[in-house]
């Protein structure tokens, strides 16, 4: 039998009880050590490592909520593969970040999140401020080291292989940072590149490299704007960062000193259009263009072609996915108001506005192979998809998209949510879409979650992998190969 953790930091009030699928937006998951999965259908032989999972889990304390998708407490899942052997083997563990001790020993949230208020008084955020550390987004390596983050500064490290909090990474610089992307890039050689913004009357958004082994933000260029858009996360072409600045911008008065929800210190500025900033990773240089207003969390791809850059950016017309996004409706099975759309801009030399090209709607949390971040432009992506029609409230299917024809594939479970697919290379394959995709999903029927691993060219189901509890919905994996994880 799996061995259950029963920490008393560990049981929430768990409220309230939701049916079928919805139960991904639910409290209540427990820490389990090295359980067993049951595998149906048949892994491929080559597949072997381990795919981490990293998302909220924990929305009620017994003294407060959280009251957004994004803002439970942190929990990691890891799941051992070995497609030789035809097993798999499943653990979690609370991410051990300050805000959760604090948050478990207050009984409440402590530091509030992106859509919930902070509960400090007044004169401590003015004297020390405090941001969470709750690194529920997005995980990413320093050379061998693996991180967790949100959209603050502070990154918290972790074990992969016994998802032990190892604790908060400090570096060994004096970067002024206020918000950070979740989403950075780790190069070939183990360094990990990301963007954080530096509040003031004129912000600064400030692109950083850490490279392998070291704890140094080594600043390597800079915008400065009237004010700063919201920042999720950034593309890499070949020689440049692509930045883009969301029309919803930050007050940085409200950020610091109001207590209100981070999202809610934004404010949404139409007439103030968006712009897409390329950063040179040669010498810093920064060039610019206008974009209608926009709010946009992923990007798909940057390349360049000749002297032009191009941008696949998944955007929406506004902000108000955020509310859309909130536990409330999501637990009413309230629909998206606002489709995403995949739009390609074109920014070219001598013209001070991008040049759009709508490519395809209704796809988020998109992937590409990873080899092709970077180094041109992937023809594929693969992402979850909302129904068109709105008859299903959340992500629904897993979509492949060619990127040159738009040809779509679909696989899809009947009455169930799909996040987002994962893609995981053939070993020594040349071939963009030769691996597979790893999709988290659970459907009404199901007594836990289940991961699907599909052929990412046919989207044909391989095998479906059965966690021994409900995996609550989160974002962002990762994949560590066996060579370096068994």
Known sequence: MAAVLERPESKPRVEPALPGRLRGFQSGAREIDDAPMRVHGTLPGWLRGR?????????????????????GLAMLHGIAINGGAGTARYRSRFQHSEDYLRSIALGAPALGAFDTPKHDRWFTRVISPRNTDNGAVVMARIGEDWISMTETPMVTEFDAATLTTIGRVRFEDDLHIDLMAAHGFTDADGNWWNVGIQLGPKSVYRLFRVAAGTRRRE?????????????????????????WECALRAQPLSLRFSGKPYIRAFKWDAGGGSMLHAISLDDGSVR????????????????EQGDEILVELITYEDASVVDDLRLQPLRNCAPQQVLPQLVRYRLRPGHSDALPELVAAGVELPQVHPARIGAGAATCMWGSGLDPERRATFLDRTVRLDLRSGERRVWQRPNAVQLEPLFVPRPGSAVEDDGVLLVPTLADGDTGGMIGVLDARSLEGLAMLEA??????????????????F
């Open 51 to 71: 795919l981490l999972l990293n998302g909220p889990a924990l929305w009620e304390l017994p003294k407060g909520q959280y009251e957004h998708w994004f803002d």
């Open 219 to 243: 600043p390597r260029g800079e915008i400065r704007v009237a004010q700063a858009g919201y920042l999720h996360a950034f593309a890499r072409s070949e020689r440049h960062a692509l930045v």
């Open 288 to 303: 610019s263009w206008a974009l209608p207003p926009i709010f946009c969390f992923h990007a798909v791809q940057a390349w």
């Open 468 to 485: 021994p509890q409900v995996i609550p919905f989160g974002f962002h994996a990762a994949f560590e190969p066996a060579a370096q994880s």
